[in-house]
């Protein structure tokens, strides 16, 4: 290869001469994958069948071992020459390896022989042995039992002795009561004397004992205190190792732009006010785009895909596209887009159309409304026609809070408002008590075996990838979804989902996750493949009437 042609530029096999150039970069939150990011990624992907990577993707079936699958990427570039070609890369490490031939390597490579992260991890691993040598050792243990022992004897030694106490003032309190009214005042002096040196003799004893065991404690304590601190010490060692060390690493991480201009991820993420993430710039994008920018190949359009079988927590789909994460990668790609004519982010489009508002029921109470696939249920932070806006606009002497409840951006259907306070006052309580029952219908993405059943499937934001939910057992909170299929026809289920508790994005997780459904719901882009819309539609929805308190049901029929 010459110059212009580095060592990771592919060029393509088959034929590009009839596909158009994008107009523009893409968007890497949210896009359709250009024909020839498909056609890159169509290329790498029969590489990927054929060539043994040393890892486990677990594309095909159940293999033994441990099964990691993997988000590749593709950058369509031009080189110097105007050569058209593509770069590849991967997210992680493939194979405990960042090198591979034809990948871009890199941002920081870690486990490069003799560079500062691996001594330091050798440093860290000295002291963890170190801690758990400690913590784990017979003379440390033994001397916190002893210590245990010690306290429970002392606690045994010093109420055996108040019982007793106990036991001899019931006892005096008893001479007492039975000496004769007759005895003469200098005898019962005597008895009440010695009754009286009994009790202070007692608690002599006691004070005594008291400051034995204190003693005897402390001295415990004491040994016991000194090998804490050694511990805490080395504690406090790894900590400051271990911040020294992810300091130095964020300053590794240096990313250039198409001005050429470099930022390491402590400046990147400096404006955010929080620390880099785990595993930021390890993304498949950041690499090609650095890799691109470092040879100065010029991007075209990018896309990403995953390989092999899903994680656990996430939903991922062999050999399917997906968007950029945003916790890890939206600041760095923010940073390295600069000075490239990039797509606008789709979903801040304003619709050419906005439909009037379509009106299911309506009393002097209440409102219920179709809402409309794309459109925001309150106001966001874009400026995006959102419903609560559009209801405030057409009942002005409505009374606030109108907002019931909310559907995703995505979902249409069924929206509820109320036009008096103690009407909505009484509609959240229902919601709050789920008494309030829906009803939604869907289309999924292939014939579904179980004619119904339940979900139960605990969710919780993905911190690195905002919306997205992920099911999490230990930190997600409960979320039940009952289903019963309508018919199925053309490949794809008709459903009913009920919903029992109302967690977010919950029937397009429950409906896709592998422990689900493992089929997602048509046109959600976010856990499975876009469409024109999410065939998600709130169809039914009984509640009890703020003012008649009789039960009643509104359906709103689904336009697919």
């Known amino acids: 290869m010459t110059d212009a042609s580095p ?82 890369g991967f997210s992680g490490k493939m194979g405990n390896s960042n090198h591979h031939p034809g990948f871009v390597p890199p941002v920081f490579d870690m486990l490069e022989k003799g560079n500062f992260f691996l001594e330091g991890m050798k440093d860290l691993k000295e002291i963890n042995q170190k801690v758990r040598d400690k913590e784990s050792s017979e003379a440390f243990l033994s001397m916190q039992s002893d210590h245990e022992a010690l306290e429970k004897q002392a606690e045994a030694e010093i109420e055996a002795l108040r019982e007793e106490m106990r036991t001899r003032k019931r006892l005096r309190k008893e001479k007492r009561e039975s000496l004769s009214p007759d005895m003469n005042a200098t005898e019962r002096a005597i008895i009440e004397n010695e009754l009286i040196r009994e009790s202070l003799s007692y608690k002599h004893q006691l004070r005594i004992l ?30 400051a190792l271990s911040n020294h060390l992810q300091h130095q690493i964020f300053s590794e991480y240096a990313f250039l732009n198409a001005h050429g201009r470099a930022k390491n991820l402590l400046d ?47 939903i991922r789909k062999h050999g399917q596209f997906y ?11 923010g940073h390295m887009l600069e000075g490239l004519d990039v797509e606008p982010n789709p979903i801040l489009k304003k619709p050419d159309f906005i439909p009037p508002l379509s009106i ?28 609560y806006s559009m209801m405030r606009e057409k009942y002005p002497n409505a009374e606030d809070p109108m ?16 036009k008096t306070k103690e009407a909505n006052k009484f509609m959240q309580q229902q919601f709050i008590k789920k008494t309030i029952s829906k009803r939604y219908v869907a289309l999924l993405d292939g014939n579904l075996e179980s004619d119904e059943g339940e979900v139960d499937l605990p969710l919780r934001l993905d911190l690195d990838d905002r919306p997205r939910q992920l099911v999490c057992y230990e930190y997600g909170k409960e979320a039940k979804t009952k289903y019963k299929v309508v018919d199925r026809l053309y490949g794809q289920t008709r459903i009913h989902f009920f919903p029992i508790t109302g967690r977010t994005h919950q029937l397009r997780v429950h409906a896709a996750h592998p422990e689900g459904l493992n089929m997602p719901i048509i046109g959600d882009e976010l856990y499975g493949k876009r469409d024109k819309r999410l065939h998600l539609h709130a169809e039914e929805i009984t509640f009890v009437h703020p003012r008649t308190r009789e039960r009643i049901t509104v359906t709103v029929p689904a336009g697919f």
């Open 7 to 88: 060592s990771c530029f592919t060029r393509f096999r088959s034929s590009t001469a009839a596909i158009p150039l994008p107009a523009q970069f893409t968007f890497p939150f949210y896009y359709e994958p250009h024909e020839l990011s498909r056609l890159a990624a169509q290329e790498l992907q029969e590489r990927l069948k054929t060539e043994d990577f040393q890892h486990n993707f677990g594309a095909e079936g159940d293999p033994e071992g441990r099964v990691i699958g993997k988000m590749f990427g593709v950058l369509v570039v031009k080189n110097r020459l105007g050569e058209l070609g593509y770069l590849s």
């Open 210 to 239: 008291v400051a034995e065991w204190n003693t005897k404690k402390e001295i415990s304590k004491v040994k016991i205190d000194t090998e804490i601190a050694v511990l805490d010490n080395l504690k406090e060692q790894r900590k």
């Open 268 to 314: 990147i993420f400096e404006n955010l006010k929080v620390d880099p993430p785990a595993g930021a710039g390890e993304c498949a994008a950041p690499k090609l785009l650095q890799y691109a920018f470092k040879h100065q190949l010029t991007p075209i359009c990018m896309a990403e895909f995953w390989w092999g079988s899903s994680p656990k927590s996430e």
């Open 323 to 333: 968007p950029s994460c945003r916790g890890k990668c939206e600041p760095i790609l």
């Open 360 to 387: 299911a029921y309506e009393d002097d109470y209440l409102v219920i409304i179709n809402k409309p696939a794309g459109f925001l249920s309150v106001p966001g932070k874009s400026d995006l026609p959102d419903m």
């Open 403 to 418: 907002i019931v409840h909310r559907l995703d951006m995505a979902t249409s259907g069924a929206l509820l408002f109320t």
